[in-house]
């Protein structure tokens, strides 16, 4: 593993802890000796990308800044907003935009539920494209030696709520895909896409809860409020498409 790819894996760590972590567990998650943690966590440290707490460490104020920049250039997030919120007070249920980015699934926006009982899902960490629904439904959209790599990746690890590609075919026509329990036991999630005006895909709009509140009755009620709201994030980005164009003339 690259140092790059360890120094990621050590900040992943961190930011998946309730709070700062001391040097032995840091070394513990990302299965480094402690005294490569401890010069991997000092270099971090001088360059503000981790913060030191006494004897624990913890993200640092450097990715706020780096965060501020991405976020920038999801122009998708600041159209998505609205929409997403209407949508999670209609249904009360949490709503979430993925991203295909580089052959995984990234949540770049969230509208949680009200409910104290819901399920949590990371911005900007990367998943397995093909899993969940909203995996599944950016796979259905994907190039076919996308689909095939993915497909051949999930059969290796033996998932078998791995979609086939007639499944992956459908749920691309019907712009639909359910899942139950696939990545957490008692999770139930939905998943419609979010297109641009070329009719390319932008994003898909999951919403997510504990399997006693969506029952298939009611995850069926669900996908027409779900397309409401990417058709309304749709009419967005077609909006700007035509205001940029002005701008240009």
């Not at 966590?41 to 006494?54: C, D, F, K, N, P």
């Not at 093909?130 to 959209?141: D, E, I, R, T, V």
């Not at 459908?170 to 998943?191: C, I």
Request: hydrophobic share 45%; net charge neutral; glycine share 8%.
């Amino acid at each position: 593993m690259s140092v790059l790819a360890k120094a990621t894996q050590t900040l992943d760590c961190l930011g998946a802890a309730d709070g700062p972590l001391r040097l032995r567990d840091v070394a513990a998650a990302v299965g480094m000796p402690k005294s490569s943690t401890h010069r991997m966590l000092s270099e971090l440290t001088a360059l503000g990308i981790v913060r030191r707490e006494g004897d624990r460490y913890a993200i640092g104020p450097r990715l706020l800044y780096w965060g501020a920049i991405a976020s920038e250039g999801y122009d998708l997030r600041a159209y998505a907003e609205a929409p997403m919120r209407r949508l999670r007070d209609r249904l009360g249920e949490s709503v979430h935009l993925y991203v295909d980015e580089d052959g995984h699934k990234v949540c770049i926006a969230s509208v949680e539920s009200h409910y104290s009982l819901r399920p949590f899902v990371a911005l900007g960490r990367p998943g397995q494209l093909g899993a969940g629904s909203s995996g599944k439904l950016l796979l259905a959209f994907a190039g076919d030696a996308r689909r095939r790599a993915v497909l051949a990746e999930l059969a290796r690890q033996g998932d078998r709520h791995a979609p086939t590609v007639a499944e992956l075919d459908l749920m691309r026509e019907d712009q639909w895909a359910v899942s139950f329990g696939e990545l957490e036991d008692g999770v139930v999630a939905a998943a419609t896409s979010v297109c641009h005006p070329d009719g390319r895909l932008a994003a898909v709009i999951t919403v997510s809860g504990p399997a006693h509140r969506l029952v298939p009755e009611r995850l069926g009620e669900f996908r027409e409020p779900m397309r409401e709201c990417s058709a309304d994030i749709a009419a967005l980005l077609k909006a700007d498409v035509h205001l940029a164009a002005a701008a240009n003339r």
